[in-house]
């Protein structure tokens, strides 16, 4: 009897160890695609990148060590590596904003339920759809150029008395490019949308029935209850907005004196133009460090701005 | 009564002119690109706010299609159209894949992995070209299509991500079940999870296919030669410095290498608006 129990209780552990082993085998070869990648395709490159910032490299021979060198030229002699990243601020701190205060506005509008609702939506997310393609930075270009559509209207208008080059011009330059960013607002504004919809209703019953006018309802309930889905859409926002490199790419090539030098062109030209690998490669991490310093400070400062309902009020 | 209702028409009608002339002037871009397309050389200079050509110039597309150097359009929308098709699929099997194992097999380590996986969705993409460009040199797939299509190949995260979500909405009695009619974790993927993901597929696909259809940096980076090229890059040549920019024919292929996106978006709209607020949301 003893016996029969113990085997019992051995044969049982044996099967455990087998599912066990079995689940390991399994479950590593179905991860197998994404960490094959995440191993080759960014351990690895992340591991070269960090020996090769502190190297001197241009591909066509074997990278030179030259310690720290590259990151002291970058911070102490290169105005460019400051002028991009000052662009690149001003480009996210405009953009991400905009893009965000029309997306969620527009979410707003478009939950009363009203007739054509569907097809207003689909209307005002199609610019978004194309919107990171090259077709649309070419028309962009066009649009906004001396000769372009948006001159042609305040002419026309009598709000303009010449053309002006507001791509070309360096006032006006990094603006075309917001612009275009804040039109990109479809993505976000269908998160808010459905963000919107899971508010329950009694909530905006019961504002209501306490006589709240519209404003203390949106900033009373729908913000505070909308905060974790404008805390994911900011941060999304901001990472995708500082990697902005198309755009200035085909519309504005950095121009004017590099008014509109975001921080990725700026790596491109050093890496891919001028040949200098290991320097770039020295940029690719400082931009990942600012990067990641932004992204923990926004998720740090949630506490004081995201309202989680399962924590209570 | 005879009060209210006026009030409310007057307020339905006031919400849906605001909608309309602000929808108007965001759709406005995408209707004077289509409109320019049609239009002859000097008139989009001249007029160039107007919608509304004085003459249909359809010869913009034939021009634009016929290309550079003897290679049409036609080639560089097959290139597109491989790399997306090839890349889309490779995406779709290692997703699906991936977020089965990370959902639904207890392994060693899954809680780790899957908390990496989270965390690389949040690394910006463009700091890992300069070295995933030296890498792929040194294995000699410069101005071939394998940069392009590999790094597809092997599960973006914000895939595995977005398939996982859906799986977790597959009860997992399903799974119980089919064990215990002797069904492996092979099986129970082909024959429970599989069949039930196919919205979630078709979401993936549609951000996968439209990611890599308007890719314009990794082409930049790696396609030489211009046979090669894919349409992104092909619409960038018309603005050769060294040759005069035939405008209307870079409309006209402009307009061109949006349909795909517009077709696909017609046909799965639901789809798409659905994935982008449940990743949005569930996170």
């Not at chain 1, 990171?132 to 270009?141: D, I, L, P």
């Not at chain 2, 990496?116 to 070209?129: C, D, G, K, S, Y």
């Not at chain 2, 429970?192 to 078709?202: D, H, K, S, T």
């Not at chain 2, 092909?234 to 307009?255: I, K």
Request: glycine fraction near 8%; include cysteine.
């Amino acid at each position: 009897m003893r016996l029969e129990r113990r085997t019992g209780i051995s044969l049982e552990r044996r099967r455990q160890k087998k599912r066990k082993g079995y689940n390991n085998l399994a479950g590593y070869f179905f991860i197998m695609p994404w960490l094959f990648g995440f191993v080759m395709l960014m351990i690895i490159p992340m591991g070269m990148s960090l020996y090769l910032s502190f190297t001197r490299y241009n591909i066509l021979s074997p990278p030179v060590w030259t310690g720290t060198s590259n990151f002291v030229n970058i911070f102490t002699d290169d105005p460019r590596f400051w002028q991009s990243l000052k662009v690149t601020f001003s480009y996210v701190v405009a953009a991400v904003p905009l893009r965000l205060i029309f997306a969620l506005f527009l979410a707003v509008l478009f939950t009363q339920k009203r007739i054509m609702g569907n097809l207003y939506r689909t209307i005002y997310y199609i610019p978004s759809l194309i919107g990171g393609s090259v077709a649309v930075a070419v028309m962009w270009r066009q649009l906004f150029g001396v000769y372009g559509a948006f001159n042609s209207i305040l002419l026309s208008w009598g709000i303009l008395e010449d053309s002006f080059g507001w791509i070309t011009h360096p006032s006006t330059a990094l603006w075309s490019l917001i612009i275009l960013a804040a039109w990109q607002f479809g993505s976000p504004m269908l998160i808010f949308l459905a963000g919107l919809k899971q508010i329950p209703n009694s909530l905006y019953e019961s504002a209501a029935i306490d006589g709240a006018n519209w404003g203390q309802t949106f900033t009373r309930i729908t913000l505070p209850m909308l905060s974790p889905v404008i805390f994911f859409n900011v941060v999304m926002q901001t990472i995708n907005n500082f990697m902005m490199f198309t755009q200035a790419y085909i519309i504005t090539e950095g121009r004017p004196f590099d008014r509109t030098l975001v921080y990725i062109l700026y790596l491109f030209q050093r890496g891919f133009s001028y040949n200098q690998m290991g320097y770039a490669c020295a940029l690719a991490w400082i931009m990942f460090i600012v990067i990641a310093a932004i992204t923990a400070f926004i998720f740090k400062s949630s506490p004081y701005w995201v309202y989680y309902e399962s924590k209570g009020g | 009564m005879k009060k209210l209702i006026p009030k409310k028409i007057m307020g339905s009608i006031s919400y849906h002119g605001f909608v309309i002339v602000l929808g108007f002037i965001v759709f406005y871009p995408v209707l004077w690109l289509i409109a320019s397309s049609l239009k002859g050389h000097a008139e989009i200079f001249q007029s160039a706010h107007s919608l509304i050509p004085s003459r249909l110039h359809f010869e913009n597309y034939l021009e634009g299609w016929r290309g550079f150097g003897g290679i049409t359009f036609g080639r560089f929308f097959s290139n597109s159209l491989y790399i997306c098709g090839v890349g889309t699929l490779g995406q779709l099997v290692s997703a699906s894949f991936a977020a089965y194992g990370f959902t639904r097999i207890k392994f060693l380590g899954r809680k780790l992995w899957f908390a990496v996986m989270i965390a690389t969705l949040l690394l910006p993409a463009q700091v890992l070209r300069i070295p995933q460009y030296i890498f792929f040199n040194n294995l000699g797939w410069v101005d071939t299509y394998k940069p392009l299509i590999i790094p597809q190949v092997f599960a973006q995260p914000f895939f595995v991500f977005l398939i996982a979500q859906f799986i977790q909405g597959i009860p997992f009695e399903l799974d119980e079940a089919a064990t215990i009619d002797g069904c492996g974790k092979f099986s129970i993927f082909f024959r429970i999870i599989l069949p039930n993901i196919i919205p979630a597929l078709i979401t993936s696909g549609i951000f996968s296919f439209y990611w890599s259809w308007n890719d314009f940096f990794t082409p930049l980076l790696y396609i030489q030669t211009v046979h090669k090229y894919p349409a992104s890059l092909a619409l960038q040549l018309f603005s050769d410095p060294s040759s005069v920019t035939n405008w209307g024919a870079q409309f006209a292929m402009s307009v061109l290498s949006l349909v795909p996106v517009f077709l696909i978006f017609l046909s799965f709209q639901r789809y798409l608006t659905e994935g982008i607020s449940t990743t949005g949301l569930k996170s």
